[in-house]
């Protein structure tokens, strides 16, 4: 009994130094688990939902200068993006004409009596003879005011009320350079080889060596790096301002390239015998009016009107808005999106309301 006792106690000794110890030792707080995704639950990345590209995607949009693209074309250059514009003669007596196929914008556009003038406008190469350079008109420095680039020509109409191309020049805030050969003879020659008025030349690569000193704005048509969609086929475009100015163009299918005919026969440069060509047609429909007692013909460069476009052997209708005298004339077609043209040279017609534009497929 004694040892049973005995026995007893011991238990109760060991319970309580056991409890003692139990109550004594620190408590340890519970850890809570720290969220790692990579270990626990693996976060799913979020798959991103490609957006659709709409039908027509624009490398650039209308005043939008890509660095590396042509300002005119669109296409790669390397250079300062520096835009020279030329008025030249557009008669009998003026072609073939000089640098026209180094141009990578070209405007046709009356002056008086029907007779028209091409602005071309030159970019990333330089001809060192291009011309005949003739005078300017009105309806020029509305051209000018819309692009602000460095200008050539040769004189123009002045000292006649509504007329005047320096009075125009003011008023529509040009800011841009000027190089007038009645004013300056910096880049300007005479050829023997013809009579005068049509022998006027500029050299622009000694023009941009000593007179391009301003930095123009950026200004390029709209341009989109796939093939047109919808539209009729035309492989054939004919277009005439007058007897003596009958102008076709001419698919070459491989190339995807509009070739220029004047009167049947082909549009050369004279410096290199190359055919002008181009990749893009503008029409733009204008208001045209004869202005009383003189032989000159205006124009409403600002407004909107109707437009044709001839890309790539497709023809596409449209309009064309130009909101005012600073502003682009931008091209759209007929459900009202921007009009896009593929990468190359581009040349637009101006011509009136009623002109007609006959093509085929």
């Known amino acids: 009994m004694k040892k049973a006792v005995i026995i007893l106690c011991i238990l109760s000794l060991s319970f309580g130094l056991f409890s003692c110890k139990k109550e004594e030792a620190p408590e340890v707080p519970a850890e809570t688990p720290v969220e790692t995704p990579a270990e626990e639950e693996p976060v799913e990345e979020p798959v991103e939902t490609p957006i659709e590209e709409p039908a027509e995607t624009l490398s650039h949009h209308y ?7 042509s300002p005119l074309t669109g296409l790669p250059y390397e250079g300062d ?4 514009m030329v008025q030249m003669e557009n008669t009998k007596a003026a072609r073939p004409h000089s640098g026209l196929s ?6 046709e556009m ?10 071309a406008f030159f970019h990333g190469t330089y001809p060192q003879k291009a011309g005949p350079v003739r005078s300017a008109r009105k309806q020029h420095m509305f051209l000018w005011s819309e692009w602000n680039y460095l200008y050539i020509y040769y004189g123009g109409s002045k000292n006649l009320e509504g007329q005047d191309i320096d009075t125009w020049r003011k008023d529509l805030g040009i800011t841009a350079k000027r190089l007038d050969g009645t004013i300056t003879s910096v880049g300007f020659s005479r050829s023997t080889d013809r009579v005068a008025p049509h022998n006027a030349y500029t050299n622009l690569e000694l023009v941009m060596a000593e007179a391009y000193d301003f930095e123009p704005k950026d200004r390029t048509l709209a341009y989109l790096d796939k093939e047109v969609e919808g539209g009729q086929p035309a492989s054939k475009v004919s277009l005439s301002y007058r007897a003596d100015n009958k102008i076709t163009y001419e698919l070459r299918e491989e190339e995807g390239v509009y070739d220029r005919f004047i009167n049947g026969e082909p549009m050369m440069d004279k410096e290199n015998n190359t055919q002008i060509s181009v990749k893009n047609i503008i029409v733009q ?22 437009a044709e476009y001839f890309i790539g052997g497709t023809m596409k209708k449209g309009t064309w808005v130009r909101e ?35 093509f085929e497929g």
């Open 285 to 306: 429909h204008v208001e045209h009016y004869h202005v009383k007692d003189t032989v000159y013909t205006n124009m409403e460069m600002i407004g909107t009107g109707a």
């Open 324 to 358: 005012n005298e600073s502003s682009m004339t931008k091209y759209y077609d007929e459900e009202g999106k921007e009009m896009a043209f593929q990468p190359g040279k581009t040349f637009i017609q101006i011509m009136r309301p009623e002109s007609e534009v006959n």
């Open 102 to 107: 180094e141009a990578g914008i070209i405007y």
């Open 63 to 69: 005043g939008e200068v890509v660095p590396g693209l």
């Open 110 to 119: 009356e002056v008086e009596s029907t007779i028209t003038r091409l602005t």
């Open 81 to 84: 993006g520096k835009v020279i």
